[in-house]
């Protein structure tokens, strides 16, 4: 008989926060890479946020899974003060196709702090109601889609970089080539003027 569950929890990273040129953290990156290769094979899914050197984690699967999973995150030097947030039976995975969502830091979830009055990402401080406000944000927020990286965390060329910074990026590029182009004219014009006796 299938015994589906949710389970949610906080967490505080023990690494330092360097991120890398893709703006995700180094250590974070493995650990999405460990859990897309083996959650499939547990039938666990879920999703991960990682802010202000705290994690929130939503896994969901049979509850022996869970047990599992969740007794080796535990045992994880990586991180520390593990707190079980909630976790409740489910009739079906709602981060189904996701063996582990990561959303980067998401302006949604700013907003979401503010208006709760918080001014740092410390959920083990979350009411409920700030627990399920989070979630609806990561079943909601974009997936970022940075995580081909090899064992030691290095990423792999040609990978797709986060839509968000891959965004900014062309962005910056585009908006400097017309800067250049502007001074370039003005430049030439002030030439031609001096040139043509003006
Ligand atoms: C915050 C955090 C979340 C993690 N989430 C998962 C997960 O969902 N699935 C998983 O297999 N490992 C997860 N890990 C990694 C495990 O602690 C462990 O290192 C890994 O499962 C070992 O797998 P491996 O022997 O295949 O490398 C997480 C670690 C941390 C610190």
Redesign the pocket.
């Known amino acids: 008989m299938s015994n589906l569950q949710r389970l949610v929890y906080s ?1 505080r ?1 023990t690494f330092a926060q360097v991120q890398d040129d893709s703006g995700i953290n180094r250590e974070v990156a493995r ?2 890479m ?2 897309r ?3 499939p094979r ?1 039938g ?1 899914v ?1 999703a ?1 946020y ?1 802010g202000d050197g705290n ?1 929130f ?1 939503c ?1 969901e699967g049979e509850a022996e899974a869970l047990d599992e ?1 969740c007794e ?5 030097s ?2 520390t003060g593990m707190k079980v947030l909630g976790r409740h039976p489910i009739k079906s995975r709602s981060f189904s196709v996701w063996a ?1 969502k990561f959303v980067p830091n998401a302006m949604q979830v700013q907003i979401l702090l503010v208006s709760r009055g918080l001014t740092r990402f410390e959920p083990e401080k979350f009411d409920e109601s700030t627990i399920s406000a989070m979630l609806t944000l990561l079943r909601q927020g974009a997936d970022a889609d940075l995580l081909q990286v090899d064992a030691s965390g290095n990423r792999r060329s040609g990978n797709r970089l986060p839509e968000p910074v891959a965004a900014t990026a062309s962005g910056h590029s585009g908006r400097t080539a017309m800067l250049f182009g502007a001074a370039a004219l003005v430049v030439i014009a002030c030439i031609a003027w001096l040139v043509l006796g003006g």
């Open positions: 967490s990273a650990i999405l460990q859990s290769r083996n959650n547990q666990l879920g991960l990682f994690f984690q896994l999973v080796r995150i535990r045992q994880d990586r991180h582990m």
